[in-house]
């Protein structure tokens, strides 16, 4: 009986034959043609209120040993129905998309590597229990550490649930980060590889939260299957040039 050829073998055989590296050395990207890259951030509205989120020299945050966050480290889908603080809030951002150097407007290094320092993500927090913060949704500002109020949304826990094809866990998180992506900005320098880069990317800023959930009594879950719809219609993005790609549900965990 003939095998089926396994379907991601197969792909990455053909992606890794020397056409297609042939073809990958001439691909025209807007870098190579002049173009200015996309900004690293979408602006905030006039009419949006930015929340300028607690310093990292001011946290409350307690020091985590690596080793311990990396072997402690694993899944979570039960939570307790504690808030978390503002300082935890920042801190998860600043771990996940925090910025550590602005090379110019539409170039700066974060916490998370990504390929030619593209960073294609843009934070969504849906807000059920963080102290000080109304429950709605909220979009992460890295270059200023703030975060300004998008919309509220009745009975977001139902919402939340539904987006993540009726994983009720999504519903019952303090937040639930939603990263989503602006594919322009890595099609710049990258044209058709992007897709691939941008997958990538996103597991490296998950991966961030996981570990630093282990430092604040906390825990995730990343949700890769969700509705696609739903979840680009609960942060009103259009679903083409930007559309939600990673969801992560994060509360304190039942001891």
């Known amino acids: 009986m003939k095998k089926t050829p396994h379907i991601t073998r197969e792909i990455g055989r053909y992606l890794l034959t020397d056409r297609i590296r042939e073809v990958v050395n001439f691909w025209v990207t807007p870098q190579s043609e002049g173009s200015d890259p996309p900004p690293a951030q979408k602006p905030a509205s006039e009419d949006q209120n930015i929340i300028k989120l607690?310093?990292?020299?001011?946290?409350?945050i307690q020091p985590?040993?690596?080793?311990?966050?990396i072997a402690d480290r694993r899944s979570h889908r039960r939570f307790t129905a504690e808030s978390l603080t503002l300082d935890e809030l920042s801190f998860l951002l600043w771990a996940t998309q925090g910025v550590r150097t602005v090379i110019h407007e539409a170039a700066v290094?974060?916490?998370?590597?990504?390929a030619g320092c593209r960073h294609p993500f843009e934070t969504y927090l849906a807000v059920l229990r963080v102290e000080g913060l109304d429950i709605g949704i909220y979009r992460y500002l890295p270059l200023d550490h703030s975060i300004i109020f998008e919309k509220e949304?009745?009975?977001?826990?139902?919402?939340?649930?539904?987006?993540?094809?009726g994983q009720s866990f999504a519903g019952q998180a303090a937040v639930t980060f939603i990263w989503t992506a602006i594919p322009s900005r890595t099609e710049w320098r990258y044209a058709e590889a992007s897709y691939k880069v941008i997958a990538l990317?996103?597991?490296?800023?998950?991966?961030n939260l996981y570990l630093a959930c282990e430092a604040i009594g906390a825990g995730t879950c990343a949700i890769a299957a969700y509705n696609q719809a739903l979840a680009d219609g609960l942060l009103g993005v259009d679903g083409d040039e930007e559309f939600a790609i990673y969801l992560a549900p994060v509360g304190k965990?039942?001891?």
């Open 253 to 255: 965990i039942i001891a």
């Open 153 to 165: 949304i009745d009975n977001l826990s139902a919402h939340l649930t539904a987006a993540a094809r």
């Open 109 to 114: 290094l974060r916490t998370v590597p990504s």
């Open 64 to 69: 985590c040993d690596l080793q311990t966050a």
């Open 54 to 60: 607690p310093d990292r020299e001011t946290w409350s």
């Open 201 to 207: 990317d996103a597991g490296h800023v998950c991966q």
